[in-house]
């Protein structure tokens, strides 16, 4: 099945002014290899260091957060499941008796948990757990020390990335109000990521900005119709929502991925905020400069290449936007699990006019789609990783570009290196 995108507003930024072609999408509704929305939490509790996640789920959501961290040992893990028996679901115990004493458990043996988040999964799902009401319920009961709020990260609702969608989502309307102008960054972003856009902005003399989610739970990102935000990560449509139905409005702008797409997310603040043109070359060209030297090293290895993007993590097109434009690669099919063509507009106007773009996934089609291309590099999940690479394919695993810091111009290098490294890897298996 195809649908047509009507043609993208035009955009007031160097090479993105030209108007752009109506697309053709393929949009595929089948089999689909994707991990669920339980999978954010391994980036999410990395980064709010005093939240805790409690699933409530089956084995298989344990067994799949345990595969997931299986590189993260900590001594005291911020996320844990607890288990749904045989006899919760035949309703022989009151389940939400069996919740409220796994979270005083929970709390009083960790006194430094000040967020929790009450998942639900598939089962929850199921047997109808209203996790909304348990949330509240506890909220009342452990107000002021500890907010408590639930998000699905079922895999009947969500994909892995839209975990995180969900889990901003919930946060939104605890957040303080605020008539004062202000910045929000929204999406987990590494903290050393995060660092060094705040030194940007500082020295744009854009402020205050708040990031959210943030370190910590404590931190008030307050928002209100005065308030603007820019989105670091391209699977927050609920998010957006929900902050722009708090009066507070979206900068739009390319996704800080590459020189061109920081500069872009970079300029569309500093234009909400007034900065000069002058000022801003002067804050942005030295490091614009250092990310356009650290690209040049992978030229040799990456121009010419031609890349498949199987639909994961909605980064697919603003990378292949990135590998594209400023690396030379060619693009044989860009997938993405969901297509927002508004957040999209200014990444899909820059892709080349005759790209294929595919949304959702029947995978078997697309298997075929690839077999045929024979692309240089694949990127994939983990599940089609392994079987690819055996048919004498080069994969990226999708999931790899989550966990790495790759935004912003000090990380150009390092997002460019993660597609020449497998390359690289095969000439030489290959010598
Ligand atoms: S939430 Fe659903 S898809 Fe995810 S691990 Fe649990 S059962 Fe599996």
Excluded at 3 to 24: E, T, Y
Excluded at 25 to 51: N, P, Y
Excluded at 145 to 165: A, H, K, M, P
Excluded at 320 to 344: C, D, I, K, N, Q
Aim: hydrophobic fraction near 45%.
């Amino acid at each position: 099945m195809t649908q047509l995108i009507p043609p993208l507003a035009q955009k007031a930024l160097g090479d993105c002014a030209a108007p752009a072609p109506a697309r053709v999408v393929l949009r595929e509704r089948g089999q689909r290899e994707v991990f669920c929305g339980l999978t954010s939490i391994m980036w999410l509790h990395r980064k709010m260091q005093d939240a805790f996640f409690l699933i409530v789920g089956s084995r298989t959501c344990a067994h799949l957060m345990q595969s997931a961290a299986g590189v993260m040992i900590f001594a005291e893990p911020r996320f844990a499941t607890a288990i749904i028996e045989e006899r919760d679901l035949a309703g022989m115990a009151d389940i939400n008796e069996e919740l409220n004493k796994t979270v005083s458990r929970l709390l009083e043996r960790r006194p430094e948990i000040k967020l929790l988040f009450l998942v639900g999964s598939c089962p929850s799902e199921v047997i109808k757990l209203d996790l909304g009401r348990a949330a509240e319920r506890l909220s009342m009961t452990y107000a002021p020390r500890v907010r408590i709020l639930n998000y699905s990260g079922s895999g009947i609702e969500t994909t892995f990335t839209q975990g995180e969608d969900a889990c901003l989502t919930a946060m939104v309307p605890e957040l303080p109000a605020t008539d004062d102008a202000g910045l929000v960054v929204v999406g987990a972003l590494a903290d050393v990521v995060e660092d060094q856009f705040a030194r940007i902005f500082e020295a744009l003399g854009i402020g205050p900005v708040h990031f959210l989610p943030s370190r910590k739970a404590g931190t008030m990102v307050p928002v209100g119709p005065n308030t603007k935000f820019l989105l670091a990560q391209p699977w927050l449509r609920d998010t957006a929502r929900t902050l722009e139905a708090r009066g507070a409005t979206h900068l739009p702008a390319l996704f800080p991925l590459g020189a061109e797409g920081t500069t872009s997310w970079l300029k569309a603040a500093a234009d909400a905020f007034g900065v000069s043109a002058e000022r801003f070359h002067a804050v942005t060209e030295m490091p614009r400069a250092r990310a356009t030297r650290a690209l040049a090293r992978y030229n040799d290895t990456l121009a010419g290449k031609s890349l498949f993007c199987f639909p994961d993590s909605q980064l697919e097109i603003p990378l292949a936007r990135f590998l594209s434009r400023e690396l030379g690669m060619t693009l044989e099919e860009v997938g993405t699990p969901y297509l927002h063509s508004v957040h999209m507009a200014d990444e899909l106007a820059l892709l080349p006019a005759d790209v294929r773009l595919s949304e959702g996934q029947d995978v078997d089609l697309q298997l075929d789609r690839c077999r045929e291309a024979r692309p240089d590099i694949t990127l994939c999940g983990l599940g089609l990783a392994n079987p690819l690479e055996d048919e004498g394919l080069t994969t990226k695993w999708s999931i790899e570009l989550v966990f790495t810091p790759i935004q912003g111009y000090e990380q150009c290098g390092d997002l460019a290196e993660l597609f020449a490294r497998p390359l690289i890897r095969r000439t030489r298996l290959a010598v």
